[in-house]
């Protein structure tokens, strides 16, 4: 589980920690750290998680949301291009993986892109109109439950 913090963050000031925007990362099993993130506050209330997912293309990719998870997959096809490539070194991974992020309550995507071989996925934090709500007291009239 990855803790997520940054003190007094001029973004954050008045949102607790980030680990209410996203409460834990789910451990991604052999994959561990790959591929690296970031997780950056964009304005008061929008984040931006960017994955670094350098030899996929769009269509190697689904983002989905799974019971609060954002869950982003990748796998690339192999044998994708008209012939095989024979490696002389391969630092680049394309190997398939699978991360994924709880997030808090109020929290939703706003969007997701691909820009240099980086995935950035936009979140905002729903804040709602008005702290204080005002419930309104209905008389009880000629509806009192018998019949």
Do not use: C, W
């Not at 991604?28 to 997780?39: C, D, F, V």
């Not at 997959?73 to 024979?86: K, L, M, N, Y």
């Amino acid at each position: 589980m990855t803790k997520l913090s940054f003190g007094a963050h001029p973004f954050l000031l008045g949102f607790e920690q980030l680990e209410r925007l996203v409460e834990r990362t789910a451990k991604s099993g052999a994959e561990g750290g790959y591929p690296p993130y970031n997780i950056e506050a964009v304005s008061e209330n929008a984040y931006r998680i960017t994955l670094a997912v350098a030899g996929f293309r769009e269509e190697d990719l689904a983002i989905t949301i799974e019971d609060r998870q954002l869950v982003i997959r990748g796998r690339v096809a192999e044998g994708a291009g008209p012939q095989e490539r024979v490696y002389l070194h391969r630092g680049i991974a394309s190997r398939a993986f699978q991360r994924s992020f709880v997030l808090a309550d109020g929290v939703r995507v706003a969007g997701a892109r691909m820009e240099h071989g980086l995935l950035h996925i936009d979140l905002e934090r729903q804040v709602p109109e008005s702290v204080v709500q005002t419930i309104a007291i209905s008389r009880g009239g000629a509806s009192n439950g018998k019949g």
